[in-house]
Structure formats: structure tokens, C-alpha cells
């Protein structure tokens, strides 16, 4: 019996995920399939709900604008998701739809396997930028393993209020404008840039100026298309140590995979071929 999968959300013809999860199934030998499930529209409504059911789906993902619409259609709801009030993940089991959220932990998961170190001090002073709902999983994935020097900034500095309810008895959250942060920036170890500035098409738009970061701060950009954004570049003119984007769309599909399938599939051939696939270089099926 094959496993079913696909993705709900609008657009999503440009989605690297199938070809991820496709990949995913064939490292673990698996029958299935993952399809694009586009509703062309931003609302769910039943209709929508009762043809999903229809196509006996063994899970799905759920992209934007969806993530937190979809939550009053499912039966239960993990507590990562539950806390992020975002679904990206759901299983069907015995009929019952049940809702996750990977993105902070295949997040959490890519960052440790570039810079285990930073595990070692949990004090470190780290920046998100950005108060969308990636920032709100990352944030909340830092909170949960312990790290307690936490700031965010954001263009809208009530977003990132709202963000840093968050944060438990331990957790230090300062919430800056852009401009505020860019003034700060020295004093931080890891910058992690959340938001969608710097992606494709619009590749020279850059969130914040780096250029007085201190040398070795670990500086991450969620955008992966480019692979190596503007911001990213500024910062390893300054000496960064840098964290491209795709490995945490990866670790977040993983994560939904294992969910799925029960499967902790080995990810290495994966990576260095997603890597070839967003620098556009040679057959990144190889
Ligand atoms: P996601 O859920 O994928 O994280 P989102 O919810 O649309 O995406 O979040 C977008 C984030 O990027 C927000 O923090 C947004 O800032 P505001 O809270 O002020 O809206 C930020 N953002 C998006 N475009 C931006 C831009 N051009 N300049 C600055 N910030 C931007």
C-alpha cells in the first residue's frame, strides 16, 4: 500500500516540496505519492475540507494562507502547534485529522548541525528578525531548548510583542524597529532573518545592514531562493559565519515525513542534492 500525500495552499506551483518528499520516499523505499493540492483560493471553507477527505489522503502539508485556517477542522492538535496556533503538518489517523508544526524544529535541527557549539551556552544574545509566523517557530523551538537571550525585530514592533509572549520565566525579550536593531547589531552572536526580503525575484532587497556585526556572529536566512541572499553575502564580507535557508525546509519536511510514515529517513544525499538544485548546478537527482 502506497502512503498519499500532498500539500494544501495557494500559489504553490513553484513548492519544492514534492520533489522533497519524493526524494524522502525513495531513501525509504516507500510507495506513494505527493501532490499539489491548490484551492485558488485564500479562504477553507467545507467544501474544500470534503474534497481533501475525498482523496483518503495519508497526510498533508499546509502552506500559506491555510496554516491557521485549517486548524478548526481538525480533531486534535499537537502542542508545538497548539502553542504556534500554525498547523504546516497534518496526519490522518483512524479517520481523525491531527495537526503539527516542523518549521521550528527542522529549524532548531539545521542550525545544531552547522553550529553544534552554540548548544553549549545558552546565554549567547541571538536576533530574529522578522514576526511572521516563521519567526514565531523558530522563537518558540529557542525558548524550548533552553536559550534565554532572545530579541526580535521587526518592521512592526507590535508583531514582535505579540511574538515574545512566548517566552517563559527565563527567556530575556527586547523588541526592536529595524533601525533600533541595526544599531544593536554588534552585540549579538546569531542573527537569524525570518522574513521574505531577499527572495526571488527581488533578490538585492536586504532587511537590515550588517555591516557592524562582530566577526564569527552566526548569521541565518530562512529566504532559500537565492541559496546565498544579499544579506548573506553582506555578512560574510564582515567575517559571518554563515546558515543558508534550505536546510530547514528540509529538516521541517523530514520531520512531516517521520510523522507520516514513521520513518527517520537519513537526509545527506537529500541535502547535497537540494543544494545542487537551488545553485542550479549539474543533475540534482545524482
Ligand atoms: P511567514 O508566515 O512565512 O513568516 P509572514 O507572516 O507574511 O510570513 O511574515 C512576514 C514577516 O516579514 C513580518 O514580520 C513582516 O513584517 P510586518 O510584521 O511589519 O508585516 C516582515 N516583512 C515582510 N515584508 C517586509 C518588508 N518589505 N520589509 C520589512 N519587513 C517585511
Not at 485564500?42 to 500559506?64: A, C, P, R, Y
Not at 478548526?72 to 490522518?92: G, Q, S, Y
Request: glycine share 8%.
Amino acid at each position: 500500500m502506497g502512503l498519499h500525500l500532498g500539500l494544501i495552499g495557494h500559489p504553490i506551483s513553484h513548492s519544492l516540496s514534492p520533489w522533497i518528499h519524493n526524494q524522502l520516499l525513495k531513501e525509504s523505499l516507500l510507495d506513494g505519492d505527493y501532490r499539489l493540492i491548490d484551492f485558488h483560493s485564500t479562504d477553507l471553507s467545507k467544501e474544500h475540507i470534503t474534497q481533501l477527505k475525498n482523496m483518503n489522503l495519508h497526510g498533508f502539508n499546509v502552506t500559506v494562507p491555510y496554516k491557521e485556517k485549517i486548524i478548526p477542522f481538525l480533531d486534535d492538535l499537537d502542542n508545538e502547534a497548539k502553542i504556534m496556533e500554525a498547523v504546516n503538518t497534518v496526519v490522518v489517523k483512524q479517520g481523525k485529522w491531527i495537526g503539527y508544526n516542523t518549521d521550528g524544529r527542522g529549524y532548531l535541527r539545521s542550525l545544531n548541525e552547522s553550529y553544534p557549539e552554540i548548544m553549549n551556552d545558552k546565554t549567547i544574545s541571538i536576533l530574529i528578525i522578522g514576526a511572521g509566523g516563521a519567526a514565531k517557530g523558530i522563537y518558540h523551538s529557542l525558548v524550548a531548548s533552553g536559550f534565554i537571550n532572545i530579541d526580535i525585530a521587526n518592521r512592526t514592533p507590535k508583531n514582535a510583542e505579540q511574538i515574545a509572549l512566548l517566552k517563559n520565566n527565563k527567556t530575556k525579550t527586547s523588541c526592536y524597529a529595524i533601525n533600533e536593531a541595526e544599531m544593536l547589531i554588534e552585540n549579538y552572536s546569531i542573527i537569524i532573518q525570518t522574513t521574505s526580503v531577499g527572495m526571488k525575484p527581488k533578490e538585492d532587497g536586504i532587511i537590515m545592514n550588517v555591516d557592524n556585526i562582530k566577526p564569527n556572529t552566526i548569521v541565518s536566512d530562512i529566504v532559500y531562493q537565492p541559496l546565498m541572499t544579499t544579506f548573506l553575502k553582506q555578512a560574510k564580507k564582515k567575517g559571518a559565519l554563515l546558515h543558508p535557508g534550505h536546510t530547514m525546509l528540509l529538516y521541517q519536511a523530514q520531520y512531516a515525513f517521520e510523522i507520516w510514515s514513521g520513518y527517520n529517513v537519513n537526509t545527506s544525499r537529500i541535502k547535497a542534492r537540494l543544494q545542487r538544485k537551488l545553485e542550479g548546478n549539474g543533475n540534482a537527482n545524482r
